[in-house]
């Protein structure tokens, strides 16, 4: 576990490096900052969702997606104290936080504000050291459940690759998703194997058919860095392209576990020995 960790850590450190359907309240879009704070600065995406960026592991990214009734969080990035006041504010509504995988830079500090947290089973080994001390109710997710907001349904799809308990969140009606680091923000750190991720892959680009899905907003967004159908699919080919050897590996033996990576039409994806399988 702590490889695992150390790895996450000296990855993401690497990174740098390298309509929807409204509820009936109406709400003005403003495309501009709702908030801001020395942790935390949230911007409005559309007349429903925001979109929150801290300062500590490059952008690391939450969406408030709201409802006529209630609201979902998804993440609590890395350090940003008061955040469930701040968001409760910005929605008025009780808002329920989710997170997409449990990583330091999605479930930090702020996860003790609320009394309960719902995450994916298969991630709960990395609790005790990305969620110290929490000591709220975990909720576990089911693929394929749905959230009702009121006027506004989000559909929980497993893909496990970067952890195992990765989860994407969809918005069908709004024809887009929120992925968080299922596919990397471009940088995509594969901590299982690439056989899953190319799995991954293959099922999420079933429901973006499915649903007529534009994008997915990432884990760590920058404004230009969308995940979209195609990134998804060469995400694949790259996975596969390792696997079959008809793509060569490359090594950085400075990542640590994460030694090996590839790269592709403006993507890299890292791993590890026991990822090649």
Known sequence: MKKLIFAMIAGVAIWSSCLQAQPKEEKQATDGVVYKDENVEINQLDAHTWHGKGNLMFNESIYLIEGEESAILLDAGTKMPGLRKIVETIVNKPVTLIATHVHPDHTGMAVNEWESIWINAADEVNVPRCMPG??????????????????????VL???GHTPGSTLFIDAEAH???????????????????????????RVTRFVDKYQLTHFYPGHYDGNNLETPKRIKDIK????????????????????????????????????ESGIR
């Open 158 to 160: 497993f893909g496990p």
């Open 176 to 202: 887009y998703g929120f992925s968080a680091d299922a596919f990397g923000s471009t940088n995509l750190l594969v901590f299982t194997d690439l056989s899953t991720e190319a799995g991954t892959c293959e």
């Open 134 to 155: 929490y000591k709220g109710e975990k909720k576990y997710l089911t693929d394929g459940q749905v959230f009702d907001l009121g006027g506004r349904k989000i559909e």
């Open 237 to 272: 080919l790259l996975c596969e392209g390792v696997l079959d050897g008809t793509i060569e590996k490359k090594s950085d033996p400075s990542n640590g576990a994460l030694k090996y990576y590839v790269d592709g039409d403006g993507i890299r994806v890292r791993f590890g």
